[in-house]
């Protein structure tokens, strides 16, 4: 089942704001308590929420450095309080930042973390000076070493390999001329942080031979050192319920806020392509005379009270009418727009708000929709013998310019789940891409109805969800992880 991250380590890079990770800046926007090293930038401290507690682990309030001990004792206390912790450090968390120290810590005490590494100072700063660390023909090696005074005991080092899966018995050979023993751990880590990331872990002696075993082939990096043996605690990305799984969210970005963080702090790779976009109508005159000529004005979802304002041209246009909506999201989309629902349904869909109805046959109901609303309330009303007209006031178009390598990416590499919010979408979505060349994904739906529409188009749905919550979907994808 899902198990919750607490703390992140996260790179903050080499000091430019601008350097810091996509995902480093994403998971600090969100954090509640911030601990920070003295090389960071403060500038990308204002990227935490309002509400963060920022505690700089530089300072103590004598004006000294925290000690380890304490910055151990505080990523634990506030873990423990549930709270998002987000350790911060300049450049590389694991590189010459104690990083690993901290993670050692929080794995004893039994307490999630993620890593999201960083550019680090060793690479970015060369760079930023014209310098390239390494280059074709003049150098094939980089040492990234800690300074004299900064080494308290000589301990071991650490070799990385690129381009290396292939003659990779030579290269470990080199390494023993290095002075690396045969018995020094060493580790091969294929497509690293993607999809297949796959990690053979042996000795210089034997991981030339494991690794062929194993299959791994290029693009992988290899580890020589005693810090590879460290995997055997610090491996924590293996363990995240969905690691390795690519998800397609093709939910709208409004109606898919935040979905993407809930998924990808399980472990997965996100490819958000939304299939639905709200276009509002442009005014007309007759959407004018109906709302004056109406007594009701009856709004069945969300995107239909967004556009409102502008189909309305005047909000003077409606004085004197009473407003339904379908249920308590749309009631506060609507609060929004400086409006008050006369009646809110009782949801879910909008048979309820037929069922309840609470005006007279006489009056003149007035649906503002989209141009592919379901008929279930005008059926309902119409049952009542409540008459009910309807003015289309925004368009659900489908996505428009998906990038080309994506689909043809997404057709050739598959997909894990695709995760759809409406029957509209999972046929978009099959038109897209008809066919695939491998890894069809399963589907992730909202509803009944959904999932009906779903398999009409030809997908498997393996997970359903009852509620319409990013929530509720996670749930049911977990559910059938495990009942693999
Ligand atoms: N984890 C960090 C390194 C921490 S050790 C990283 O991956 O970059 C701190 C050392 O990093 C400093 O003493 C300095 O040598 C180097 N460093 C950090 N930021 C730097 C910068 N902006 N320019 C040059 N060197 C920097």
């Known amino acids: 089942m899902s198990k919750k991250v607490n703390v992140w380590f996260v790179g903050a890079g080499p000091g430019h704001p601008g350097l810091m990770t996509v995902r480093g800046r994403d998971i600090l926007s969100r954090a509640d308590v911030v601990l920070y090293d003295r090389l960071v930038n403060p500038g990308i401290l204002t990227w935490a929420p309002s509400w963060a507690k920022l505690i700089d682990s530089g300072k103590t309030p004598g004006g000294?450095?925290?000690?380890?001990?304490?910055?151990?004792?505080?990523?634990?206390?506030?873990?423990?309080?549930?709270?998002?912790?987000?350790?911060?450090?300049?450049?590389?968390?694991?590189v010459f930042g104690r990083g690993g120290e901290e993670a050692e810590f929080l794995t004893k005490a039994k307490i999630a973390y993620e890593v999201v590494p960083g550019v680090t100072a060793g690479i970015a700063g060369p760079a930023f000076a014209g310098i390239p660390v390494t280059h074709r023909g003049v150098s094939t090696e980089v040492i990234f070493r800690i300074g004299a005074r900064a080494e308290r005991s000589v301990c071991g080092k650490t070799l990385v390999g690129y381009m290396a899966v292939e003659g990779l018995a030579e290269f470990l050979k080199r390494a023993t001329e290095l002075g690396f023993s045969k018995k020094t751990p060493a580790g091969l880590v294929g497509r690293g942080t993607c999809r297949g990331q796959r990690?053979?872990?042996?000795?210089?002696?034997?991981?030339?031979?494991?690794?062929?075993?194993?299959?791994?082939?290029?693009?992988?990096?290899?580890?020589?050192?005693?810090?590879?043996?460290l995997r055997k605690k610090l491996a924590w990305w293996e363990k995240?319920?969905?690691?390795?799984?690519?998800?397609?969210?093709?939910?709208?970005?409004?109606?898919?806020?935040?979905?993407?963080?809930?998924?990808?702090?399980?472990?997965?790779?996100?490819?958000?392509?939304?299939?639905?976009?709200?276009?509002?109508?442009?005014?007309?005159?007759?959407?004018?005379?109906?709302?004056?000529?109406?007594?009701?004005?009856?709004?069945?979802?969300?995107?239909?009270?967004?556009?409102?304002p502008r189909a309305v041209c005047d909000m003077r246009n409606i004085f004197g009418k009473k407003i339904a909506v379908v249920g308590h999201s749309t009631a506060e989309v609507l609060r929004s727009i400086g409006l008050r629902a006369d009646w809110v349904g009782h949801g879910?869909?909008?048979?309820?708000?037929?069922?309840?109805?609470?005006?007279?046959?006489?009056?003149?109901?007035?649906?503002?929709?989209?141009?592919?609303?379901?008929?279930?309330l005008r059926r309902g009303?119409?049952?009542?013998?409540?008459?009910?007209?309807?003015?289309?006031?925004?368009?659900?178009?489908?996505?428009?310019?998906?990038?080309?390598?994506?689909?043809?990416?997404?057709?050739?590499?598959?997909?894990?789940?695709?995760?759809?919010?409406?029957?509209?979408?999972?046929?978009?979505?099959?038109?897209?891409?008809p066919k695939?060349?491998?890894?069809?994904?399963?589907?992730?739906?909202?509803?009944?109805?959904?999932?009906?529409?779903?398999?009409?188009?030809?997908?498997?749905?393996a997970a359903e969800s009852k509620e319409a919550s990013v929530a509720g979907v996670l749930r049911a994808m977990l559910k059938a992880e495990s009942n693999k």
């Open 64 to 94: 000294e450095q925290m000690e380890q001990q304490e910055i151990h004792r505080l990523l634990v206390r506030y873990a423990r309080k549930g709270m998002r912790v987000v350790r911060l450090k300049g450049g590389d968390p694991f």
């Open 199 to 229: 990690v053979v872990i042996g000795t210089v002696a034997d991981l030339a031979a494991k690794s062929k075993q194993d299959g791994v082939t290029a693009p992988a990096v290899v580890v020589v050192g005693p810090v590879v043996a």
């Open 240 to 308: 995240r319920p969905l690691a390795g799984k690519r998800i397609v969210l093709t939910v709208s970005a409004n109606l898919g806020k935040g979905w993407r963080e809930v998924f990808e702090e399980q472990g997965a790779e996100v490819w958000e392509l939304p299939m639905t976009r709200i276009q509002s109508v442009p005014p007309r005159m007759n959407t004018v005379t109906m709302i004056r000529a109406a007594d009701w004005l009856v709004f069945t979802s969300a995107a239909g009270v967004r556009a409102f």
């Open 348 to 376: 879910p869909g909008s048979q309820a708000l037929a069922q309840s109805w609470p005006g007279k046959k006489t009056e003149r109901v007035l649906r503002l929709t989209g141009n592919v609303e379901d008929g279930e």
């Open 381 to 433: 009303l119409q049952k009542k013998g409540v008459k009910v007209l309807s003015c289309v006031i925004y368009r659900n178009v489908g996505p428009n310019n998906v990038p080309r390598p994506v689909l043809r990416a997404l057709r050739k590499e598959g997909a894990d789940w695709v995760v759809f919010a409406s029957g509209t979408a999972a046929e978009r979505f099959r038109r897209l891409i």
């Open 436 to 461: 695939w060349k491998k890894g069809k994904p399963k589907a992730a739906v909202i509803g009944p109805a959904t999932a009906k529409e779903a398999r009409r188009q030809g997908w498997k749905v």
